[in-house]
């Protein structure tokens, strides 16, 4: 037999004589590969929070340009219209809206375009990725008919 018996009573072999060079390799591999993972789990999260941001800003075109369309409406109107949208998708209300043509100059069947401008400012503020994402201005553009 190759193996001793140790001062606790158990039996000692090679293979475990080998293995003890390695006890920290697990932890090391993990620390190295768990910060690729939280890197790019952080970045999936963030990348997803922009693209709601998009969409929600869309909507907020779309709603404003058919708040526009209705006759009699007022630029009030359509400023309300996607500042509602704007704050029931959980988004601070950071929004420039730019209607053109004028309102009070459109005759039934010309084209209004409402343009949002969204700063989007830090995103999550997931720590890197606040800095990496500043700053960042979103423009939606929503074309209807007047009615």
């Given amino acids: 037999m190759n193996s001793k018996i140790d001062?606790?009573?158990?039996?000692?072999?090679?293979?475990?004589?080998?293995?003890?060079?390695?006890?920290?390799?697990?932890?090391?591999?993990?620390?190295?590969?768990?910060?690729?993972?939280f890197l790019v789990t952080f970045g999936c999260i963030e990348w997803g929070y922009a693209l709601y941001t998009k969409n929600q800003v869309m909507g907020a075109a779309r709603e404003?340009?058919?708040?526009?369309?209705?006759?009699?409406?007022?630029?009030?109107?359509v400023n309300a219209a996607v500042t509602n949208t704007l704050n029931v998708a959980g988004l601070r209300n950071t929004a420039t809206?730019?209607?053109?043509?004028?309102?009070?100059?459109?005759?039934?069947?010309?084209?209004?375009?409402?343009?949002?401008?969204?700063n989007w400012g830090n995103g999550l503020g997931l720590g890197a990725f606040s800095r990496?994402?500043?700053?960042?201005?979103?423009?939606?553009?929503?074309?209807?008919r007047r009615e």
């Fill in 7 to 37: 001062k606790l009573g158990y039996r000692s072999s090679r293979l475990f004589k080998k293995s003890l060079g390695r006890r920290g390799s697990a932890t090391l591999e993990m620390a190295v590969c768990g910060m690729f993972l």
């Fill in 64 to 77: 404003g340009a058919r708040s526009a369309i209705v006759s009699g409406a007022t630029t009030s109107d």
């Fill in 97 to 118: 809206v730019v209607i053109t043509p004028s309102l009070a100059s459109v005759t039934t069947g010309t084209a209004i375009t409402v343009t949002v401008d969204y």
């Fill in 132 to 144: 990496i994402s500043s700053n960042h201005t979103i423009e939606c553009k929503a074309t209807m």
